[in-house]
């Protein structure tokens, strides 16, 4: 039995390494091209793995060509707003779904759920020629536009607010609250667990954006980390520790804030599944 | 009397305060995407001009113009190829990772952490370096195993090397989820099947399965969506004008972008996106109804 | 506790978020003389030198600009998202494939009479071809940046290793045929030359010319890609394509010929005048590389270079057309045009200054490209050049993938040409 046992874990050991491998390597070949010149990135006889000196030129090259700062400010902005946007109006509208009934209700839930069927590619050319009407290109305020509201955030308050148990209401109706004062003293606090788990899903989603971004702010001040990259794609062709660099800057925030996270991150994750 | 008019308030109250609650979104979701669908579909009716002045109507043109256009045809393709083979990897190897995960190991956060770090990293960043792993002459892969595979140039296989791109950034957050779906999973039921001397395979496809199927059929579901959807890898890894994989590859979307965007015609892309959506929702509409034959709700 | 930190830390993001963006609606509202002019361009390696030449005028009149580089294939996307949100950078690079559609547009902003009123900018000093590019209506639109030639780069390394000649000003295609048949190694670590299908204007339009077949008719109505003399061109290069001795089109599409020859895997390639930074800032081709005019047509003694030239233009609802005017006037002026020059960044269209380009580079032979200024031929643009040049380019790549004939692919394209430019 021991022996089983021990030959399954070493097994199963080995199947995991494995995939760490494979999940890790093209973040370390990202690192350790960065650090090559652009001549040993392209050198092939021999092969260069490890760059010899580690050379920093790509880094400072690509920090000083782009306003990295600005790029790392349009992108939190970008971010926070998505989720204070989608954490106010999918609460509210959460719970009245989830706890109220009246007139209209389904109708309008309805739409919720369609919302959440359809590619966005649908609404982007409406949505852009909106915000160029408006003269609003290249501000955060077209950032964030198709986040203002969040039919999957109405989606997963919804879920939270109805298992809620009904007696608090009932308790907050004897006490004399009424409905607004029982959804924010009462119940909303105890719905903080969807809540981060919304708020780690918007902030996932609003980060990996790439095609709204890039055709919606376009000016160099107003770019975000995806559509910077984006633009630097063909720009560097020829310069691959440069791409290299610029992409390892690009995610290390992010990866910075995961490590430290990490907890909320995943649980998040599992939670707005799991709700489903 | 009282009773009755108690009542009626509390009615008309909670009217004033749902309608109150939800306006927002509502709004929201009217202005930024019922409005935009009808929109859409409207403009595929017509032709665009130069700078997006100067709508003309011309009626099923765009439609006509699509259904014969070979590059699209294809391109549906090339998006069900893509779906086909990214969907079930990405789930399954997920699943088997959970699965593997769910038990108390060593170094079991560890491995949690590094598997769902792909998700992390925007997709542009994954894109580059992955495009520079498959690079015929100078990537890492070819290099490392001495092959001379045009991972991204060769039409019969680039397709499949992006979705293996999208596989490797989707397994850690499938995996999440279904680690929180098995976490659901009461101990005894797989306790009683190993009295019973079920085998590993078994207690997987006869508990494991169908107690997660709902959050099997969610994740199963929304990643079809989504990559139907793909677009992001394929633009970022190849270039459109001198990569001959590209009529074998590029996705639906990656059209939408080239048509509306690039070449600025709005109708047509309204056109492809109109096409776009009716193929999710059929798919989508399949699996709901599938779903009664397999998923299992408590 | 911790409790406690997270929600300050949460306040403090709010309220400085809030500041940011109130810092941005501000950013917005003032078009104040101390915010940079907006500069658009999309070739990173003329970027270093035109930063230079902004630093010299920022140091004469006080008024900044920022860069901004946007590779080629995004640039015009960009740019049309742009003008059609209404927020064109200040100033940008016009390009004679679109000028037609901005100019007609009314995007580019008139700079006729700023021309006539100028010091600094008199036209008789630039190619009259040049601002036809930029004339709409008798009236300018931009003023001339550069003009650029077409040469052949080779790799004399690969030559001495492979014990061949190196290109002479007497070579016909068959010799560059012949050297590159000697130079292409059977386990395909080298091969003797390159031409990527999407590498037009540098490559394989100059053939075409050279033969006296062309591209675009005169008139612009009609494409002369299935003329038999453009036809028997074009089966040079299926000659170097079906012999191997390019290499696959799976490679050049991943890698481009500059990266090719930089990795010593190419000896020779087509290149414009306004790559010379990107060779000149690589060690490997500064020390092993060098140039020679393209080969002369055996038949009919020609040797032409397709040649365009750039235009700085200024967005007709630019905030800061004044000062956005004295930028363009600099860069347009001698002495911008002489430093650009110096700088090597690319030939400049300022009559005479191009011996200075020759001599910054010392250690290549510049001569060649404006050798190849003694028989030019514009680049053939129309209204919509976009669309049928990426058509015609979608079906060479066909052709370079072995899956067309050239003759078959001359005659598709030129008919696909047609029907587009029937649109117009």
Redesign the interface.
């Known amino acids: 039995m021991r022996k089983r046992s021990l030959i399954h874990s070493l097994l199963l050991h080995a199947i995991l390494i494995g995939v760490s491998l494979t999940m890790l390597i093209p973040f370390v070949w990202m690192v350790l091209t960065s650090f090559k010149t652009p001549g040993q990135a392209i050198q092939l006889d021999p092969y260069v793995f490890f760059p010899t000196q580690f050379q920093f030129n790509s880094f400072i090259r690509v920090f000083t060509t782009n306003n990295f700062l600005n790029l790392y400010k349009n992108t939190l902005l970008l971010i926070f707003f998505r989720i204070l946007c989608a954490v106010v109006t999918a609460s509210m509208a959460g719970f009245a779904f989830g706890r109220l009934k009246f007139k209209g209700s389904e109708l309008a839930f309805s739409l919720v759920l369609v919302q959440m069927m359809i590619p966005s590619q649908i609404f982007i050319i409406p949505q852009y020629q909106m915000i160029s009407k408006l003269g609003m290109t290249n501000t955060t305020f077209a950032l964030v536009f198709p986040g203002l509201v969040s039919a999957f955030g109405t989606f997963l308050m919804r879920q939270a607010y109805k298992i809620l148990p009904k007696d608090l209401e009932d308790a907050a109706k004897i006490d004399g609250l009424n409905i607004g004062k029982t959804f924010l003293y009462v119940l909303a606090p105890l719905t903080k667990s969807s809540l981060v788990a919304l708020s780690v899903f918007t902030a996932v989603f609003a980060y990996k954006e790439l095609m709204w971004p890039m055709i919606v702010n376009t000016s160099k001040d107003s770019l975000v980390l995806a559509s910077a990259l984006a633009k630097m794609k063909g720009q560097y062709v020829a310069n691959y520790p440069e791409l290299m660099a610029a992409s390892l800057i690009a995610c290390v925030p992010m990866i910075l804030l995961y490590f430290i996270f990490q907890k909320q991150f995943i649980e998040g994750i599992a939670t707005s599944g799991g709700k489903l | 009397m009282k009773k009755r008019s108690l009542r009626s308030a509390t ?1 008309t ?3 004033l ?3 109150a ?2 306006l ?7 202005v ?6 009808i ?2 579909i409207s ?1 595929s009716f017509h032709k665009t001009g ?4 100067g709508n003309i109507f011309i009626g099923l043109k765009n439609y006509q113009k699509l259904f014969s256009d070979q590059a699209v045809l294809q391109s549906i393709i090339n998006t069900l190829k893509y779906t086909i083979v990214q969907v079930p990897f990405s789930v399954f ?1 997920a699943l088997v ?1 959970a699965v ?2 769910n038990r108390e ?3 079991r956060g560890a ?16 894109a ?3 495009r ?2 498959y ?4 990537g ?1 892969i070819n ?1 490392l195993f001495n092959l ?1 595979i ?1 991972w ?3 039409p019969a296989i680039a397709v499949y090397s992006i979705a293996i791109i999208g596989i ?1 950034s989707d ?3 499938n995996m ?2 279904f ?3 098995l976490q ?1 999973v009461p101990r005894d039921y797989y306790e009683a099947a190993d009295l019973d001397g079920a085998s590993i395979f078994q207690s997987f496809r006869h508990i494991t399965v169908p107690m997660i199927s709902p ?1 099997l059929f ?2 199963i579901v929304t990643r079809m ?1 989504a990559a ?2 793909v ?2 890898t394929i ?2 890894v ?8 590209m009529y074998k590859t590029q996705s639906l ?1 990656y059209l ?2 080239q048509s ?5 015609d ?1 109708g047509y ?2 056109t492809i ?2 096409v ?2 009716v193929l ?2 059929a798919i ?1 509409a399949i699996q709901i109804i599938a779903q009664k034959k397999w998923v299992h709700y408590n | 506790m911790k409790k406690r930190i997270l929600s300050l830390l949460l306040v403090a993001l709010f309220v400085s978020a809030l500041l940011f963006a109130s810092g941005d609606a501000e950013k917005a509202k003032a078009a104040s003389a101390s915010k940079p002019l907006s500069v658009m361009i999309w070739d990173s390696n003329q970027e270093p030198g035109i930063r230079k030449i902004i630093d010299d005028f920022t140091a004469k009149t006080g008024i900044t600009a920022e860069i901004q580089v946007v590779d080629w294939n995004n640039y015009w996307t960009l740019l049309s998202a742009g003008a059609q949100g209404g927020s064109l950078p200040d100033v940008f690079w016009m390009h004679s494939n679109e000028s037609q559609r901005y100019m007609s547009n009314d995007l580019l902003l008139d700079v006729t009479d700023r021309i006539a009123k100028s010091a600094l900018i008199d036209p008789e000093n630039y190619p009259e071809d040049i601002w036809s590019l930029y004339t709409y209506n008798k009236k300018y639109y931009a003023v001339p940046k550069d003009v650029d030639t077409i040469a052949l780069w080779y790799n004399r390394a690969l030559f001495d290793q492979a014990g061949v000649a190196y290109p002479t000003d007497d070579w016909t295609w068959e010799d560059l045929y012949a050297a590159a048949k000697k130079i292409t190694r059977a386990d395909g670590s080298v091969y003797g030359f390159a031409n990527v299908n999407s590498n037009n204007q540098a490559g394989w339009y100059n053939l075409i010319y050279g033969n006296n077949g062309y591209v675009l008719s005169e008139d612009k109505k009609k494409s002369g890609m299935d003329l038999p003399a453009t036809i028997e061109a074009m089966q040079w290069m299926e000659k170097m394509i079906n012999e191997n001795l390019m290499p696959p089109q799976a490679v050049m599409t991943e890698s481009s010929e500059d990266v090719l020859l930089q990795s010593g895997k190419i000896a020779m390639t087509m290149q414009g005048s306004w790559m010379l930074p990107a060779f000149r800032d690589n060690e490997y081709t500064l020390k092993n590389c060098d140039i020679a005019m393209l080969p002369k047509n055996s038949k009919t003694g020609r040797r032409p270079s397709i040649y365009n030239g750039l235009g700085w233009a200024i967005a007709k609802n630019s905030p800061r057309t004044d000062d956005a005017w004295k930028l363009v006037e600099y860069f347009g002026s001698e002495e911008g045009q002489l430093k650009q020059a110096q700088l090597g960044i690319t030939m400049s269209a300022y009559k005479n200054t191009s011996e200075q380009w020759k001599n910054s580079v010392p250690q290549f032979n510049l001569q060649a490209y404006l050798n190849m200024q003694d028989d030019m031929v514009i680049r053939p643009f129309s209204r919509n050049t976009v669309k049928w040049e990426n058509a015609v380019l979608d079906v060479m790549l066909k052709v370079w993938n072995k899956e067309m004939t050239m003759e078959a692919g001359c005659k598709e394209a030129a008919r696909q040409m047609n029907a587009i430019l029937a649109e117009e």
Do not use: C, H
């Open positions: 009615a109250q909670t009217f305060w749902g309608w609650l939800i927002p979104t509502i709004v929201g979701l009217t930024l995407n019922i409005i935009p669908l929109t859409t403009q130069d700078f997006g002045r190897i990772l593997m995960l190991i060593k170094g491995y949690r952490t590094i598997f769902f770090l792909p998700m992390v990293v925007a997709p542009a960043a994954i580059m370096v992955w520079w792993l690079n015929t002459e100078f890492l290099n001379k045009s991204i140039s060769d490797w397994i850690g957050y999440i989820l680690l929180a779906g659901e959050i969610f994740v969506i139907m959807q677009f992001d633009f970022m190849m270039e459109q004008r001198s990569n001959p994989a979307v939408f972008y509306s965007f690039v070449e600025r709005f892309g309204s996106v109109v776009l959506l999710i929702m989508t």
